[in-house]
């Protein structure tokens, strides 16, 4: 065998065990991805900073005693801009400042929403006014105030809502 046919049989060698190699680092088909996989770093980062951000605009919605009819309508149209734009707020936008936008739009909206009876539960973090109230100035005073605030236009919202689960 010829100096140069040897040279080939390794290198066919060498791409075939790459090529093996490649196919086994593979998850089966069959398998999701989502339940092999740790969550992504995105995900992750995303929920430390809601949960960062969420408790402060609560703070801020006390201090403007609870969301109004604006907060509502903003916080329903978080979910269609999520719906269409989620990719850009795990993964970073080509526009300069429109993950951040989006970001706020979001935190803002899971605000609004945890001042629904049990709060709201997203991106694995679960929000509820009350709760996050109760950090800022204890358990009855926080209590007091979401009962006071029970007959806003997000209670009355809630009440048209059918089968709510507090899920965003």
Do not use: W
């Not at 046919?5 to 075939?16: G, P, T, V």
């Not at 969420?54 to 329903?76: F, I, M, N, S």
């Not at 009350?130 to 997000?154: M, N």
Request: positive net charge; charged residues 20%.
């Amino acid at each position: 065998m010829s100096e140069r046919q040897a040279k080939r049989q390794r290198r066919a060698e060498r791409q075939a065990a790459a090529s093996q190699k490649t196919t086994n680092s593979r998850p089966p088909m069959s398998t999701s991805s989502h339940a092999t996989e740790q969550p992504s770093v995105a995900s992750s980062h995303l929920a430390i900073a809601l949960s960062a951000a969420v408790p402060l605009r609560v703070l801020a919605l006390y201090e403007r005693q609870g969301p109004d009819e604006k907060d509502l309508e903003a916080a329903r149209q978080a979910g269609t801009l999520l719906a269409s734009k989620g990719d850009r707020l795990l993964f970073g936008s080509q526009g300069r400042g429109e993950t951040a936008k989006l970001f706020n739009h979001v935190a803002q909206a899971l605000a609004v929403l945890s001042f629904a009876p049990g709060g709201v539960t997203c991106f694995g973090q679960h929000f509820d006014a009350q709760t996050i109230l109760a950090g800022f100035f204890g358990g009855e005073a926080a209590k007091r105030y979401c009962q006071r605030i029970a007959g806003t236009p997000l209670a009355e919202q809630q009440e048209k809502t059918p089968d709510n689960k507090g899920e965003y």
